[in-house]
């Protein structure tokens, strides 16, 4: 007889709703200095888009549960640690 516990879930959207989390915070991250105008308040361009970070989390946390959601969030961060890492410019030594 087989443990439920032990047989791992077959997740289908979770890569995809992943890739997307991932693109929406390290663009977020790259634009957040860009400055635009939304209806004559100087705002960052992140507010149009930042909030869809928030319903991708939400869902992962009540599709998918915690500690995957976790997961996802750990893969988001050292995402951003890497693309930081790659932009920085290279010194000449």
């Not at 976790?70 to 961060?77: G, I, K």
């Not at 995402?79 to 000449?92: G, M, R, W, Y």
Request: with cysteine; net charge positive; proline share 3%.
């Amino acid at each position: 007889m087989i443990d439920a516990a032990m047989v791992e879930k077959k997740y289908k959207y979770l890569g995809v709703i992943t890739l997307i989390y991932v693109t929406f915070q390290l663009v977020s991250d790259v634009t957040a200095g860009k400055i635009i105008n939304l209806a004559g308040y100087p705002v960052s361009v992140t507010v149009l888009y930042f909030p869809f970070t928030y319903i991708l989390s939400d869902i992962l946390t009540e599709v998918y549960g915690y500690s995957r959601a976790r997961s996802v969030l750990w893969t988001v961060l050292l995402c951003s640690i890497v693309t930081v890492q790659l932009s920085k410019p290279i010194q000449a030594a």
